[in-house]
């Protein structure tokens, strides 16, 4: 085999042109740049998450034989029964089937329903994904849009552009710890401040009604500056020339940010909802360290659901990774439906230039 | 032909290096344990062993309580768990289940192992079908934990816990004490008719949290004062969560706070935790386990151990045992036996003894942990008195699915500690959940 190759390549002409050749050759080219990075992928993400989805169809601990089991992960964590109610007094556990508990109950008059999934944890855990990333983004980015023309009008400064980017450069880990200590009921100095301004002790990280806000909060601060300098890089590329113009014409500020900065700052922002929408609905980090999914499982978000199901219970692999796959398969959909709506893929700059 | 002597050279330098290695008499075993306060005296341990034993090198890896049991599954399955760890009674049994826990019980009886040196009962902790996954090293008992200068300044004489009680109906004594330690930030205290519970000064008791499905540090000695156990004993295949003595108890735990007002409330206790806000200075009394009288001691300032309140049954703590357990993927299955046995003896339990930072399995070393700490003028005797005491302890519950049977214990107890439900409303729904795991 290697002579072969060796003898055949003696045999070819001489090949002065051959890495011109090639550098002429933009495909090829295109890939041999990403190459590295495309190794990385594979070998880390495209396997693994492959296999995942092989391992979603077994009843596998990883550690004993695994055993193919077809749909019943996914029957485990998604398959919901519809129950009417006779009465208004009934027990919902007398409506449901067995194996089933009650996931949501509504009363309508004398009747009703009973919705009942086999782990209504993971429909909460869902839930509370959804609500964790409605409390975070548009937040998140109001605040960091705000920041960035901030910066771009009033305070442009290499400093104070550091300074925006420090909580984002600080380890998740530490920042829930540090979270922990000044929220703490007692002993924490931001319920001592509360208190001492008259609006009283608050729970934070141990109230069901305020910690999925609180952790939301800790992450709206973490990333905020982060973003902000993506969108003012964003505000950057966006010519002087169109802003003169339109002022011309008599536009105002408002008008201005409206009809000039929005829309062309909309690719940079559709990579900011992109990437910022996949981040949160990943939350993790802040909820495994200040609160453990709790208190009363108002923190189990859906990665932390699968966490538990590896580490807090018998290795379940197979429920596991059912349940990774039904995240990405969301994930991709939201993405999906933002790029199309924003049209992510085109620059209006690029019809003015 | 020259790529192919190359690769002879290659070769043989290869087999040079393997046989090089396996040639060397040294065999490293890793041991794992969680707390950092027994680091010093099983790093001792470990070098009188390696002394003995020259040919074995012991490294002793001590890791946070959360990130010891992530690090051991990861380990199982990545291959690179310690040879010997530090075992808990919550968690064997799934690692039994796993089928990643050697059964030491043939060398246990090659070797002619005596496993009745121990206190009664702790040997047996680690056995299922005659099968032993692990030889005991130490116990641990629970006790109240008190502030002696608020003791003082209340005018109550702390040998009142010596024959406190409790029961169901109006809390007995030990309510009545908690009361009495309680200040509103009017000056009235828990038992004045104008005692205000929504505005407190200074807590009578801060609870450990709500305990989950096993209240080791809470609830479980009060229940069992009332007889109530939580199965028919190890391996069992149901709970008994939901006997209404069970359903009560853990209502009136939550109620200190919630109706009461002479514990803080949930929130408070749950970022930091009871033992933090108990050092913070301005709570009397905190209920905990042996293994904290080190850290207590480090308050700054004066600490007692009191006796556990006595209900209607008696007086009762929880029992729990630690072990040393070897993990099946060793490749040094006789050097890490020997290295367990070492830990399991009088010699090494000997020298944790002496550091008084836990009890060990072995009783004359166990008096020795107790000693120590006299000898510095502190009296633990709360903890070994209940441990010595005819019947006085029950023993931690071993069985199946302990992890499920937390994630499910727990949601339901946090709910009943914030009052969003009753312990009547909830806890026969998590029972029954939990019943149909087996």
Redesign the interface.
């Known amino acids: 085999m ?1 002579a072969t190759s060796l003898s055949s390549r003696s045999e070819s002409p001489p090949s002065p042109g051959f890495f011109s050749r090639l550098g002429n050759n933009q495909a090829v080219l295109g890939i041999l740049f990403i190459l590295p990075s495309l190794i990385g992928f594979i070998l880390f993400f495209g396997v693994p998450a492959i296999r995942s989805v092989f391992i979603s169809f077994q009843d596998w ?4 034989d695994a055993e193919y089991v077809g749909l019943a992960n996914y029957q485990n964590i998604l398959e919901l029964s519809f129950n009417p109610l006779a009465s208004a007094e009934q027990n919902s ?1 007398d409506v449901l089937p067995d ?1 089933f ?1 009650e996931l949501l109950r509504v009363q309508i008059g004398d009747g009703g329903f009973v919705i009942g999934a086999r782990d209504p944890r993971f429909y909460r855990a869902l839930g509370t994904t959804v609500s964790y990333v409605l409390l975070n983004i548009p937040l998140q980015t109001l605040l960091a849009l705000g920041i960035a023309i901030l910066m771009e009008k009033a305070a442009n400064s290499p400093l104070l552009r550091g300074v925006m980017i420090l909580p984002w450069l600080m380890p998740n880990v530490i920042v829930a710890m540090l979270f ?2 000044l ?5 924490g100095v931001i319920n001592i401040f509360l208190q001492q301004i008259g609006i009283g002790q608050q ?6 009604d305020q910690a999925l806000a609180s952790i939301a909060g800790v992450n709206i601060w973490r990333h905020m500056g982060y973003t902000a300098i993506l969108i003012f890089a964003g505000l950057k590329t966006i010519p002087k020339s169109l802003y003169e113009a339109s002022r011309v014409d008599g536009a105002n500020g408002l008008v201005q940010f409206l009809r000039i900065t929005l829309p062309l700052l909309r690719p940079v922002l559709v990579f900011v909802f992109v990437t910022s929408i996949i981040g949160s609905f990943q939350i993790f980090d802040t909820v495994a360290v ?1 609160t453990e999914g ?4 108002s923190t189990r978000t859906i990665i932390y659901y699968i966490y ?1 199901q ?6 379940n692999m197979g429920v596991a990774t059912a349940a990774s796959v039904v995240l990405f398969l969301i994930l991709v959909t939201v993405t999906l439906i933002q790029i199309r709506t924003f049209q992510g893929n085109q620059s209006d700059l690029a019809e003015y230039s | 032909m020259k790529r192919r002597s190359l690769l002879v050279v290659l070769v043989v330098a290869l087999l040079l290096i393997v046989t090089s290695v396996s040639a060397q008499e040294a065999v490293t075993i890793r041991y794992q344990l969680w707390d950092s306060n027994q680091l010093p005296a099983y790093q001792q341990c470990a070098d009188v062993f390696m002394a003995a034993n020259p040919g074995i090198t012991v490294t002793v890896e001590q890791l946070g309580w959360d990130d010891y049991w992530t690090g051991i599954t990861t380990g199982f399955i990545s291959g690179e768990a310690p040879d010997v760890f530090t075992n808990h009674l919550a968690k064997y049994p799934e690692f039994v289940a796993l089928e990643q826990l050697v059964d030491i019980q043939p060398l246990v009886e090659r070797d002619g192992v005596a496993t009745d040196i121990y206190y009664p009962g702790l040997a047996d902790l680690w056995t299922r079908e005659g099968a032993r996954y692990g030889l005991p090293k130490d116990w641990d008992t629970i006790a109240v934990i008190y502030n002696v200068a608020l003791f003082e300044a209340a005018g109550i004489d702390p040998a009142v816990m010596d024959e406190w009680t409790w029961n169901l109906e109006d809390g007995g004594t030990f309510q009545q004490v908690m009361a009495q330690l309680t200040i509103d930030t009017n000056g009235n205290n828990g038992l004045s008719p104008d005692f205000d519970p929504t505005s407190i000064a200074q807590y009578g008791f801060v609870p450990d949290g709500m305990g989950g499905a096993y209240g080791q540090t809470q609830w479980s000695a009060l229940t069992a004062s009332l007889g109530w156990t939580f199965n028919e004993g190890p391996w069992a295949t149901s709970y008994n969560y939901d006997d209404p003595r069970f359903i009560q108890t853990v209502q009136w735990w939550a109620d200190l706070n919630l109706v009461h007002g002479f514990a803080p409330s949930f929130e408070e206790v749950s970022s930091l935790g009871a033992s933090t806000l108990f050092q913070a200075g301005n709570v009397a009394m905190t209920m905990n386990g042996s293994w904290m009288i080190g850290t207590f001691l480090g308050s700054e300032f004066d600490v007692g151990f009191g006796r556990l309140p006595s209900g209607p049954e008696g007086r009762f703590s929880m029992f729990n045992g630690l072990a040393d357990s070897i993990w099946v993927g060793t490749q040094h299955l006789e050097e890490s036996w020997s290295w367990v046995k070492f830990l399991a003896s009088l010699e090494c339990q000997s020298i944790v003894g002496a550091s008084g930072v836990v009890f060990p399995a072995i009783p004359e070393a166990a008096a020795m942990s107790q000693q120590m700490r006299a000898d510095a003028g502190v009296d633990v005797s709360a903890f070994v008195e209940q441990a010595n005491q005819e019947g006085g302890t029950f023993l931690f519950p071993i069985a199946d699915y302990a992890g499920e049977i937390s994630t499910i214990m727990t949601e339901a107890m946090d709910a009943i500690a914030l009052g969003t439900a009753r312990a009547e409303d909830v806890i026969p729904d998590a029972a029954a959940e939990i019943n149909d795991l087996f």
């Open positions: 290697t601990n990883l550690l004993t556990n194996d508990d922990i200590w929220l703490d009921p007692t002993l729970g934070f990280f141990g109230s069901p200040a709790g208190p009363a499982g538990e590896v580490f807090e219970r018998r290795i």
